[in-house]
């Protein structure tokens, strides 16, 4: 098996499973008990978050461990939304992940917040001039993903964060997809939220860096745990294991990226030169930094993006149709339908998503098992 959708999940990491095995078995206090077996669970908390912190380029007390980048993008969007909005206008774009989207949408509906969605150009990404247009002087909160989730596309946050925060407005960035590939700190942003499945952590483990200067109205009420912004007792084995992860992925990353981008674009050449009709989708490979460099997508006008994924996978390539997050949805893509892309055509998209583990010669093989499918009879 080739596989190829680590966009989707990645195997957890040995060393993230070792870290985490003492806090499911001897370690096994409540990190809020004040005696010895809950003080030794708490130390190992703490010393998940000063790690994870280190990475980030921010304080401990920034560090918000959650179920997963969902529930943080939930939290750092709603908190500090609703904890001291100053006027009542959100900033987006229509290309993020959902849990931006329904979160930003919940806060208009319930919440009477104005939204405005960024205009963003052919290949997904948005500009400061772009970003600059819809401000306002009232504005609350931007919200703009470091890299799109389907598409791969790059946005140069630092830049963005600037003109946001021009107008006094706080920003959060969604870097699930970015972590490990990219650079995560000094982006200038007040939020950032990771997934620990992502990285070689469980599923269930997430994270929120919140500036601890901003407040935040937490979106579960109890204990007060984790500084109160998030009730609850603290999942320590996967915060240990997240952390772990986060290290070793930031450790790896110059190298894994270079070698990640030099197998993408073998794939993606291969591809473009399989099919006339083939679509890159998200930046071009030749703007270096713009995309992902583990990040290959494509629209087949003529096929359907499931079928392509479907004899692929009969063949031992494991790729998807788009996002994993969209269960059971057989509508377009919306990030793809954004970028002006007919509906029919986002019908047929598939996306190669490279990760630590891909080799050469797997890159290779795949190129050739994709580009078999696309020229086979329908």
């Known amino acids: 098996m080739i596989y190829l959708d680590s966009a989707a999940t990645v195997p957890v990491r040995r060393e993230a499973l070792e870290?985490?095995?003492?806090?499911?078995?001897?370690?096994?206090?409540?990190?809020?008990?004040?005696?010895?077996?809950?003080?030794?669970?708490a130390a190992g908390l703490e010393d998940a978050r000063a790690r994870a912190a280190a990475v980030l380029g921010a304080r401990r007390g920034d560090i918000v461990f959650t179920a997963g980048g969902t529930e943080a993008a939930?939290?750092?969007?709603?908190?500090?939304?609703?904890?001291?909005?100053?006027?009542?206008?959100?900033?987006?774009?229509?290309?993020?992940?959902?849990?931006?989207?329904e979160s930003i949408d919940f806060l208009r509906r319930v919440h009477g917040f104005e939204v405005d969605l960024v205009e963003v150009g052919p290949d997904g990404g948005?500009?400061?001039?772009?970003?600059?247009a819809v401000l306002r002087e009232d504005t609350t909160l931007v919200s703009l993903a470091l890299a799109n989730n389907e598409i791969g596309t790059v946005h140069d946050l630092r830049a963005l964060a600037e003109v946001a925060h021009s107008v006094g407005a706080l920003v959060h960035t969604d870097a699930v997809q970015a972590a490990g590939q990219l650079e995560l700190r000094g982006l200038g942003v007040d939020a950032l939220?990771?997934?620990?499945?992502?990285?070689?952590?469980?599923?269930?483990?997430?994270?929120?860096?919140?500036?601890?200067?901003?407040?935040?109205?937490?979106l579960v009420h109890g204990g007060g745990q984790?500084?109160?912004?998030?009730?609850?007792?603290?999942?320590?084995?996967?915060?240990?294991a997240l952390a772990v992860a986060l290290e070793l992925a930031e450790a790896e990353r110059l190298e894994t990226v270079e070698?990640?981008?030099?197998?993408?674009?073998?794939?993606?050449?291969?591809?473009?030169?399989?099919?006339?009709?083939?679509l890159l989708t998200g930046a071009d490979i030749d703007r270096p930094g713009a995309r992902l460099p583990g990040h290959a997508s494509f629209c087949v006008p003529g096929r359907s993006g499931e079928s392509i994924v479907l004899d692929l996978a009969e063949r031992g390539v494991i790729s998807s149709s788009g996002s994993a997050c969209a269960a059971g949805s057989d509508e377009p893509s919306h990030v793809l339908v954004a970028l002006g892309i007919p509906r029919e055509v986002a019908q047929t998209a598939v996306r190669f998503t490279l990760g630590r583990g891909t080799?050469?010669?797997?890159?290779?093989?795949?190129?050739?098992?994709?580009c078999e499918v696309l020229t086979s009879p329908r």
């Open 19 to 41: 870290a985490a095995w003492p806090y499911l078995t001897g370690t096994f206090g409540n990190p809020s008990s004040h005696h010895a077996v809950g003080e030794a669970a």
């Open 74 to 101: 939930n939290l750092a969007l709603k908190g500090l939304a609703l904890a001291a909005p100053r006027g009542r206008h959100l900033v987006t774009a229509p290309t993020e992940h959902e849990a931006v989207l």
């Open 126 to 132: 948005v500009g400061p001039e772009a970003l600059r």
């Open 193 to 218: 939220t990771l997934s620990g499945h992502k990285l070689g952590a469980p599923k269930g483990s997430g994270l929120a860096m919140i500036r601890g200067r901003h407040p935040l109205e937490p």
């Open 226 to 240: 984790e500084g109160g912004r998030r009730s609850g007792t603290e999942n320590v084995a996967f915060a240990v």
């Open 259 to 278: 070698r990640l981008a030099e197998l993408r674009d073998l794939l993606v050449r291969r591809v473009l030169a399989s099919h006339d009709g083939v």
């Open 359 to 370: 080799t050469a010669d797997e890159a290779e093989q795949a190129a050739a098992t994709i």
